[in-house]
């Protein structure tokens, strides 16, 4: 097999097993358990948790310390057996720390996985603005396939996604071993100083202006990245309290109608070299941020019949909000950084918008819906979604008149070397 398809068989897997449950555990959570809004918050900041703890100490030992794909294997392994015991979990509490211990495994290998890739296509001469965007599409289609196996099987409420992601994890992990070999890039010299030795010298990069609020923009960013994630689903399930809707496609196939935004992804993963070339990461960032401001400004005015328009178009512009931020911000840590910390300011990266962002996004958003939206048990969606829209512009704002960058398309190609 070609480095090129080992490395699309892993972007497959690693998001195949996120999209088996994420997307579709609100309806496990609110329809089969029954359990409370606020609580679901409290679940969805374990993602937040994870990313705050794991990926820059993973990507420390990366660094330093152990091969990049036997760590990635072994965290894959451990997901996988926490995933599979979900099922058997009846209680909000319990189930709480099982995905909490499910979600310190797997975070880290999101920004691991990009390392890996990294790694072996310079190792083999490869131009990697240019061939990794492909191979990352293929993660999405993944993510899709999950969520359309969940949904069309019927398992969109049911603990078998659990299974299913928990069999994807457990094979990926086994599969990354057979990976071509990923050293550690620093070897640690006697003179080492105890920062160096610990591997905390990524965090020097927050002594930069610029990379100081790069991270911390995208810590607020980082609060809306989950948020139609959490709530999509249910949102689009819950149209089925209402008569004239009860009965239509997007109340059935929600997960399917979903997906859609997975699609979009694909599309702009491969846009993402010309834009960043020709634009530059603050154009390219502050595009993502007016999307998202779109993305939940038509959900909150969407329905599934005369408003169906706004609902399609919302999934096809997340592409370019999620998409924009994300890859686009990996690839401009791998720009900007030395190669001795790389790995270590990946996780940084990891730890700011899906860790302290996620953790604060899933924990107040549970509360402020709870307390602010719902009443007698019935969500205000239009008011939900009206809501997040507002936070997103705001942080549009600030960062178009706070964050300094000149563009030099120079910068992006050399990442390819």
Sequence with gaps: MSIKFR???MSFLQFFVWGAWLITVANYWFGTK???GAEF???FSTLGISSIIMPAITGIIADKYVNAEKLYGVLHILGGIALMYIPQVDNPSTFYYVIFAAMLCYMPTISLSNSIAYNILKTNNFDVVKVFPPIRVWGTIGFIVAMWITNLSGNKASYNMFYLAAIAAIALGFYSFSLPKCPPQKLISKDASIIEKLGLDAFKLFGT??????FIFSMFLGGALQLTNMYGDVYLSEFSKVPEYADSFVVKYSTIIMSISQVSETLFILAIPFFLKRFGIK???????LAWVLRFGLFAYGNPVDGLWMIIVSCIVYGMAFDFFNISGSLFIETTTDSKIRSSAQGLFMMMSNGFGAFFGGIISGIVIDNYFT?????DWHSIWLAFAGYALVIAIAFAVLFKHKHNPNDVANVSH
């Design 283 to 289: 154009q390219v960032m502050l595009i993502s941020m």
């Design 34 to 36: 029954q359990w409370s």
């Design 41 to 43: 918050g409290a679940i």
């Design 7 to 9: 490395l699309t068989l």
């Design 375 to 379: 009443n007698n048990g019935v969500r």
């Design 209 to 214: 202006y610029k990379m100081a609020l790069f």
